[in-house]
Every structure is written in C-alpha cells, then in structure tokens.
C-alpha cells in the first residue's frame, strides 16, 4: 500500500505506508503549522488545496483523551476531521512506571512512560541513596499529573511540575524525577517521529564520541595501585584519563603529599602528552586546593574538579583566581541559576548531569547558559545505561565539545536489559540511527530484573 503527500501544490510523493507512517507524526506538525498560516495544499493529497491523510482517521483516540485542535477557518470540517485522525499518532501519556533495576549489586531507578499507541520512552534518575526519594517523586506527585498530557509538551511538563511542586526541591531528588521523566518524554518522542533524539535537538555534530576514563576511589591506594587501575582502563583507548579521589570529604587536606604522588606517578605511567585530570571530590581547604593546582599546572593537566566543597562559592573564586588550570564543578548543581553562580565564581568548565538537571529539557537550557558566557560544557555521567546513553546523544548534538564524554562502568552488567547497548569501539561511542535513545529493550531481561516501586505503576483508566 501506497500513500500520496506533497508540500507543493500539483507535485505528489508517493511512499510506502510504512514511511508514511513513520513520518505520520511529522505531517501532523507540519499541517497545524498550514492550518495557521492558511496555506492551502501544503500538505495535501492528490488535488491542490486538499489535506488528504488516508487511513489514519480509521484510528480513534479514546474518549477521555480530548484535546484542542487548531483554530480553523469556517468551511472546513472535513480538515478538521482529517486532523484528528493524524493527531492520534502522536498519542497521549497512558501509563507511568517508576521502578528499580536490579544488577546484583546496585540498582537504576528508571521510568518507564507509555502513550495510548503502545509506545514507551525509558529515563533515569540520579541513583543517590538508590534513587528512592526520586522514584517515590515520579510515582506520587508527578505521574498524576503526567496522565493524558502530550509527550511532545516535555518542557510544559517540566515547568508545569517544576514551578507546581517547588517546595520540593528544587535540587537533589526532586529535580532527579523531573530528569527522568524528561528523558522518558524525549525517548517516547523519538519513539512518535522516529528519529533519533541527536536528531530532534537538531542534529549531530558527531555521532562518534570519545570517552575518558572516570577513574575512582583512588583516596585509598597508593601511587601503583593507582596505577594498576589506570593501566586496565588503556585497554579501552580511553581520550583522557581522570583520577577520582572519592576521599571523605569532612576530612579535608588529609593526605595532600600522598594525592601528589598518585598524580605524579599517573603522569609518568600516562607521559606528558597524554591528557589528564584531577577530582579531588570536594576535599580541599582553599591553600590544599592552590597547592594542588599548582602541581596540575605543572603536570600538564586538563582541568582541576571540585576541589572544594560544591557550596563554597567563595572559595571556588579564590581557587579559581590563584590559578590557570581551569576548575571544573556543576555535578551537584541543579538549576540554571545554580550553575551560573558558579561561573560567576570563576568555574571554567561546569558539568550539570543530565539524570539530575532537568534532562535533555535542562541540559539544552545549560548548554545555552554556558554558550552565553563562554565556559565549557563537559556533562558529569556516572549511570552506564540510560543515562549514559541520554548524554551522548545530548554531546552529539552540542556544538561546543571540547572534551570527551564521562564513563566510569566498562563492566557490561548493565547491557543486560538492552539488544544492543552502545559500546565503546577503538575509544569511541558510536551512537546509532534508531528513534528515541536507540535503546532495544529485552523486555524478558528487563521484567526479569525489574523491582515495582509502591505504587509506582499509574495509568489512565
Ligand atoms: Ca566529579
């Protein structure tokens, strides 16, 4: 079966139905965009000033789902017939999931959010204590207000609950619930429009990225063990390598000559062309912190992390003032306004996550904050999956990159649930062409491991 569509008044494209149906969704855009402008035959069929979507008003959307259609001129009810079957392949929100995903050790809170179409989009919350209070969020507050709405209105959603629901936050768990249902949102809509999310933030940059290696809990070990660990991660041709402290960050400047050996002998083990940074993970007073720097300047390096605590603005201004390697933060930052502090405080790379600020929704206005002031952007990643795979499609759509993507978990416990997870090939992720996140759930695996939060399964009835 053939369908026939045209932009041009007399000029007919003929496509298979299953293209028409994938592109369903993007006719319904462009049409409501004709309807108001009053451009007969922009989208039309086979007779000028005719809007001719055959077969999809054998569809019906339930009842209780009513929505407003586009003002429309007298005369014209059999368009406005037509419109309303197109609009029902963008579906309307049906179910909300909050659950956990059980790894052995460790656990995601994921949600899963399905539209009256049968589609479903998956997002992720910061995975702090568990990501519990998060979950316990989506399930109560938000998933009511989820039900019915249109996936597409994800940033109405996101200030709707935001603006609703502000004396929960708006850091920490709540703002992890709004990130993975705005994720969830944009799967679900790259699931509608059959792009992939990349392309719906209009377009990649690259669809090849590189990774650094995240190296952590180094506070513990000494210069070789350190070593060791880095030396596993080259097998990957990691971009970059960081060293994490992960240090207990009430007891500062505990060990400032043992951090200074660990990067010293990294630097030797790395040589002095490979790039390197530091993550001292807020454990510094404002003298350990210069001290430090200066021996990263030294040493070559890429950036200085979070060498204070993250609410010390005014010592992250005098860190920042006293040296010329440019101090990183943002990974406990949640807001805009947040996040331009910290530039304010001299931060000249800040790095908002996308499972905790406000998803690709957040990470869009960030990016736009940072391009005003000229920082750079290097998101904080921590979460192997969804969330991981969330921010390289964020990266391959920003334009100012310039350093590669975070990844911290090259064990493939979390592929389980996927057919095909995105995995790092000679150094690089290599992001693929599917709708939404790309992501193919085996749903066996997926429901295998999957742990029900209370009452965190909501649909319409
Ligand atoms: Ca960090």
């Not at 299953?18 to 462009?30: A, N, T, Y």
């Not at 010293?264 to 940074?277: E, N, Q, S, T």
């Not at 010329?324 to 530039?343: F, H, N």
């Amino acid at each position: 079966m053939q369908h026939a569509f045209s932009c041009v008044p007399g000029h007919h494209l003929r496509v298979p139905a299953q293209v028409f149906e994938q592109i369903g969704g993007l006719l319904c855009i462009s049409m409501r965009r004709c309807l108001a402008s009053r451009r007969e035959g922009c989208v039309g069929g086979r007779r000028n000033g005719r809007y001719d979507l055959a077969g999809h008003g054998s569809r019906q959307r339930p009842a209780q789902q009513k929505e407003r259609e586009p003002a429309l001129t007298a005369g014209s009810r059999s368009v406005r017939r037509r419109w309303r079957g197109a609009r029902c392949l963008l579906g309307a929100i049906r179910r909300v999931e909050a659950f956990h995903i059980d790894w052995g050790r460790g656990r995601s809170a994921w949600v899963r959010v399905w539209d009256d179409a049968g589609r479903s989009g998956l997002g992720e919350a910061s995975p702090m204590a568990g990501g519990d209070a998060a979950l316990t969020i989506v399930a109560g507050p938000c998933a009511a207000a989820l039900l019915g709405a249109d996936p597409l209105d994800h940033a109405v959603i996101h200030d709707r609950l935001f603006h609703r629901l502000a004396k929960l936050g708006p850091d920490g768990a709540f703002a992890a619930a709004l990130a993975a249902i705005d994720i969830a949102l944009w799967d679900l809509k790259g699931q509608t429009l059959g792009q992939p999310i990349y392309k719906l933030l209009g377009g990649a940059w690259r669809t090849e990225l590189p990774f650094y290696a995240s190296v952590g809990g180094n506070a513990g070990r000494g210069p070789d063990e350190v070593c060791r660990a880095v030396e596993r991660w080259l097998a990957l041709s990691p971009a970059l390598v960081k060293i994490r402290l992960d240090a207990d960050r009430t007891r500062r400047d505990q060990d400032l000559e043992g951090d200074a050996e660990r990067i010293r002998a990294v630097r030797r083990l790395l040589g002095d062309g490979f790039p390197l940074a530091f993550d001292a993970n807020n454990n510094y007073s404002v003298q350990g912190a210069i001290r430090i720097g200066r021996l990263l300047e030294d040493l070559g390096c890429a950036w200085f992390e979070e060498p204070v605590q993250h609410y010390h603005l005014d010592a992250f201004e005098k860190v920042a003032s006293a040296l010329d390697i440019p101090v990183a933060a943002g990974e406990q930052e949640y807001t805009l306004q947040g996040v331009r502090r910290l530039i304010d405080a001299g931060v000249a790379i800040v790095q908002p996550d996308i499972v905790k600020t406000g998803g690709f929704t957040g990470m869009v206005r960030m990016a736009a904050l940072t391009g005003a002031y000229g920082v750079d952007l290097v998101p904080h990643q921590t979460q192997p999956a969804v969330g991981h795979t969330a921010n390289l499609h964020f990266v391959a759509a920003l334009a100012h990159a310039h350093h590669p993507c975070e990844w911290n978990d090259p064990s493939r416990t979390q592929d389980a649930v996927f057919r095909d997870p995105v995995r790092p090939h000679d150094g690089r992720f290599r992001l693929n062409d599917l709708p939404g996140l790309g992501l193919q759930v085996d749903e066996g695996a997926l429901q295998a491991r999957l742990r029900p939060w209370p009452g965190g399964n909501t649909a319409a009835r």
